[in-house]
């Protein structure tokens, strides 16, 4: 339980802070930070069971014959990412208390801090492939909602707009990657591919699910060549950089891949793709870094050779390399996390990162300058701190790695070349911002800014302190741990020391430092001369590069929508039924499936009906150029003729939900009707002769006839091909044998919409609820101003049908109708509406076992208020009923979702049905069922969603006056023909 709540009280805390007032800095800190160290406390509390080697697991079906649950799994490496993740958290937000601005919305900036923090816990303790892909494309999102999070600087829409893409397309390789490997394992549970070795690596599809999980992996870790994104994501707030780009979204790259090492190294292709993406890094992240002008700027290309490290350790095959590689991550997220600090620390103090700027710090800022320098000589690896330990373990691979004569020699050389880099930039940050002369020309005067932003920095630099004077004792457990979750038995000795004697690594390390301290001096002049100029790759911009993609996809785009947009919506309409006309009849040309087995003989009383309904089609179509609302009634007539026909083949379900619909549809396209455009008669202009427009729509309407024909054939042969074969192992036999055992029905239609395929239906109510609020999200432009309905005295009066109503004593709308005309009392109908309402309530209880349901109780709910806007009008249903239909969207959509996940509480699959029988007095015996909860809140978003759209439209036939003109009109007698 204590793994759900590690997950779960981050997103819960996203959510309270995106609540809380925008002045609430205090409590928003506190929040994030305690929710943080909540969910580190709950991590370490499982740390002797981890110590001993055991895998803490929870699981909760979800879809089990599939191999997808959701699966909570902390072994030692989890456990080390999840104590990175919460105690960093923690010092982050300490740490953005004071950095952010009280003008800045802070609660945002909270909300998004926590939901990033839970999307990184849910990889890290995922232990379903499929879970985690989810998770991961979650830390994309969140990411870049705080990359993005000063949305008013372009620079920081680019930077996000630029994360996103490459780590979200990214993510889309690794699901694929991820599903062929349960393709081939027969699983998605971590467990059962991590001891699937030999399976993955003897199967023809390895490269490829290597490629594509490289893919994924080395797009979040920033890894040439998709290392571009990370420096433009310097746009965020600092803390967002010390959080994301040093500890926790750019690690979810090399996590991955140290997860899944053990099952996926081993290989030339392995060594070549990881390897030489990590080396490329290495080398290029380095370089770069030595010739940024920002501060942020050298941090960022630093992560990307220090990523690079620890991508070319995953990608030797060697155990203490990958043992080289999890110490390198623990050392590295500490002092990267710290020198983001400092320089967020200068930016805040000094209004500038411009190193070409900044000089003299340390006089007026010691105590920064001091954490900054630790920090700095523990990134270019000076012994006694942490970087140096484990920087020195990758010479050690580099020396003793085996392989050809370029890889022997070119290792080693390339990482005491990449290291002299790392030496060089590490300095030139170090004594270009805090030495030299004391700097005259800053935005603001430097300062130390309070002691608490200090204390998140502090603390890191004394890990870096402790880590490298007792490796052993410190990080040792933990790292072995984490290790041996990996590894097993496998695990390789080594040892955690700072002196290892006289040796060839610590010989690199010295001819590192050295050259590093030389390159600084002869790059310091040259840099001087041309600030921000990089040698050789400068002309590489991989911004432009990213930009100029874009820009070419968009042209593409504009020459594709010139080819085939069209103002008119009958050319769209046409392409989609031609491209899903060709689609459908891919399987019909093998010309088995025009093969009955068995046909019911024809009933001539079923031949006229349907001869009847293609009158009303054809009718349709012939009477839509001339009158709409004919053409409409026609519609419905074929639509009838539906509805008998699933009433003739035993089909009650569907006769009622389709008559339901006939009904509502009818009524909401007859209202919208006024307002679609008049007819085009031709394609071309008005200079063109009418001969030639009759000769341009005739062409139109064969061309649309021909394709009805043809779809309507299409259609017709494949429902005559199923109904006419004989299909004794089909799945209808299954659902009927197992609705009442499995389902608890005996509508099978109903269990199938609840039970069997419940997640369709959850997504379809969804979508209806989503088509409804874009309708009245398109509509509502057209309704009154506020100011309009709200008038001295209660009077309030409305204009209708160009009459002046008074919206208490003359409410009813029949009384604009002509003379002759039949007028319904609207009292009748309105006692309908109660009668409507239990009508409504039967079939909804009812569905599970006879005909009925919540859609079909819903339409008939619907239509009875359809008919109370009708009678009495929308000025009279509004005031006098009050209907909020998008409070019963959100609750159809909070019921069913709570029928789907409510059953978990009793380890059940997600949308699996919980029943229970109670006896009631005077009643009897109950049969209660967690699909009646599902069925309300498909009933409730029904109503909700069609009385909302009824609204949206009928809104456009209500013309109300501004005030002032109201009241002049009723006194006078006069309505103004200006309305609003």
Known sequence: MSLVLILALPFFGSIVAAFLPSNARNIEAWLAGLIALVCAGLAISHF??????????????WLPDHGVNLSLRMDGFAWLFAMIITLMGALIALYARYYMSPEDPVPRYFSFFLAFMGAMLGVVLSGNLIQLVLFWELTSLSSFMLIAYWH??????????????????????????????????????????????????NHPWYTTILVLVALGALTKSAQFPFHVWLPNAMAAPTPVSAYLHSATMVKAGVFLLARLWPVMAGTPEWTWIIGGAGAISLLLGAYAA?????????????????????????????????????????NHATFKASLFMAAGIVDHETGTRDMSRLSGLFRSMPITATLAIVAAAAMAGVPLLNGFISKEMFFAETVYFTGNEF??????????????????????????????PEAKDLPRAPHEPP?????????LVVGCLVVGMLPGLIPGPFLHTAVEALLGEDTPNYSLVVWHGFNLPLAMSFVALVGGIILQRLLLSRQHARPGYTPFIYRFDGRRTFESILEGVDVASAFILDWTRSPRLQPQIFLIVLLTLAVAALPLLNGAWLQPQSVTPLDPLFAVLWLAGAACAVGTAASAKFHRPAALMLAGGAGLCTVITFAWLSAPDLALTQLTVEVVTMVL????LRWLPRRVEGEGDESETPIRNAIFAGVRRSRDLIIAILAGSGFTVIAYAIMTRDHPEGISSFFIEQALPLGGGSNVVNVILVDFRGFDTLGEITVLGIVALTVYALLRRFRPPPETLELPHARQFVAYEGKLLDRFSDPDPQSLLPDGVMKIPAVLVRLLLPLAAMVSVYFLVRGHNLPGGGFVGGLIMATSIIIQYMVSGVVWVETRQRLHPQYWIAFGLLAAGSAAMGVWWFSKPFLSSVAVDL???????????????????????????????????????????????????????????ENN
């Open 407 to 436: 890889t022997r020699y070119g290792l080693p050389l390339l990482a005491v070349v990449a290291s002299a880099f790392s030496v060089a930039y590490s300095l030139r940050f170090i004594t270009e911002v805090f030495f030299g």
């Open 451 to 459: 002691l608490m932003m200090l204390i998140p920095s502090a603390i």
């Open 669 to 672: 396209i007859l209202l919208g």
């Open 290 to 330: 030595t010739f940024q002008t920002d501060m942020k700027g050298v941090l960022a290309y630093s992560t990307i050779s220090h990523l690079g490290l620890i991508t070319l350790l995953l990608g030797m095959d060697s155990r203490l390399a990958l043992v080289a590689a999890v110490f390198h991550i623990i």
């Open 152 to 201: 008013h600087r372009l620079d920081a829409r680019r930077g996000a707009r630029m994360s996103l893409t490459i780590t979200g397309a990214g993510g889309l390789c690794l699901l694929a990657g991820v599903l062929m490997i349960g393709h081939v394992v027969g699983s998605y549970e971590l467990d059962v591919v991590l001891q699937s070795r030999d399976l993955i690596h």
């Open 48 to 61: 002797p069971a981890i110590l001993d080697g055991e895998v803490i697991r929870i699981t909760v079906p």
């Open 919 to 977: 006896h009631i007095p005077l009643i009897g015996a109950v049969h209660l069922s967690s699909v009646l909860l599902f069925d309300i809140g498909v009933y409730t978003l029904v109503v909700g969603a069609t009385v909302l759209m009824l609204i949206a439209i009928a809104h456009q036939s209500l013309r109300l006056y501004r005030k002032p003109a109201i009241i002049q009109q009723h006194e006078s007698g006069t309505p103004s023909q």
